[in-house]
Nanobody
Framework: QVQLVESGGGLVQAGDSLRLSCEISGLTASNFAMAWFRQCPGKEREFVAAIMWRSGSTSYDESVKGRFTISRDNAKIQVFLQMNSLKPEDTAVYYC????????????????WGQGTQVTVSS
């Protein structure tokens, strides 16, 4: 059984930083993609960043390039999202997701999801 558990959300001010973590268990694929998505009330879930577990290749949405960094810890089987220079428009529930195979920015391509962690950025 695959489980993803996010942590690290919270309430910060504009310009601050936060680091989200996602602990993964039960995933047996030899290569897989991990991603972060976010969702605001009444809006669709949107892609933030993704990383290939084996190669470390990454992909980012344009809105977070240069501010957010996705990384992984192979030993601990964790993926992280370092978020710097946060803006009020980054406020959302952030979800960790996983899929066998390559990276996609379409949430429907991901099989496994965490429960989400709230990030609130005040102006």
């Amino acid at each position: 059984q695959v489980q993803l558990v996010e942590s690290g959300g919270g309430l910060v001010q504009a310009g601050d930083s936060l680091r989200l973590s996602c602990e993964i268990s039960g995933l047996t694929a030899s290569n897989f993609a991990m991603a972060w998505f976010r969702q605001c009330p009444g809006k669709e879930r949107e892609f933030v960043a993704a990383i290939m577990w084996r190669s470390g290749s990454t992909s980012y949405d344009e809105s977070v390039k240069g501010r957010f960094t996705i990384s992984r810890d192979n030993a601990k089987i964790q993926v992280f999202l370092q978020m710097n220079s946060l803006k009020p428009e980054d406020t959302a529930v952030y979800y960790c997701a996983a899929r066998d195979g390559g990276m996609w920015n379409n949430p429907q391509k991901y099989n496994y999801w965490g429960q989400g962690t709230q990030v609130t950025v005040s102006s």
